[in-house]
């Protein structure tokens, strides 16, 4: 039996690293500018991500205090219920955008070109209500996405056809 305890207590921890909600509560413990590029915090502003962890956190901690109390353990099935009437009651604090990135089931790891499409699409439309507008071109894509989709390089660089052409870079090694 402890053998088989083992397995499982290190097939949930591998597991841990991958998660986002792990990943959202090592958010909360470094500065902004030491986070990863992670595509939640492309679109969804930092408390807004500290809020959404902690109620999850307290609605976590409610569960395990509902286990583990004898007297009232019976009510864990109802506590689990009462979760989607929560995730029902996040709708008033947080917008639909912002539950899509923070509340994603599966994560899919390329995305479309019209998922793509419709992502700039809506942050163009709500360039006022967003942290990003596309008509200054301050999006926040990793080079990696860049690289990956190369219909997303040509319709930021190539659209602004009035722009100078970026000044070159050169590189002098002074030590040979």
Known sequence: MPVLYGIFLYMGI??????QFMQRLMIILMPEKHQPDYPFLRFVRTYK????????ILCLIVLFLIKTNKTISILFPVMVLALVGIRQLLDYVFTQKELYYL???LESKKKSKCEIDK????AKRNSKNDLY?????????????????PF????????????????QIVVVDTDA
Do not use: C
Request: net charge positive; hydrophobic share 35%.
């Open 49 to 56: 991500v500290h809020t959404f962890t902690l109620i999850q």
């Open 14 to 19: 591998a597991s841990l690293n991958g998660m």
């Open 119 to 122: 992502v700039m699409l809506d």
């Open 133 to 149: 507008t596309l008509d200054k071109y301050a999006t926040r894509f990793s080079v990696k996405d860049k690289i990956k989709e």
């Open 103 to 105: 509340d994603q089931v």
């Open 152 to 167: 997303l390089l040509k319709n930021i660089v190539g659209s602004n056809k009035n722009r100078p052409p970026p000044p």
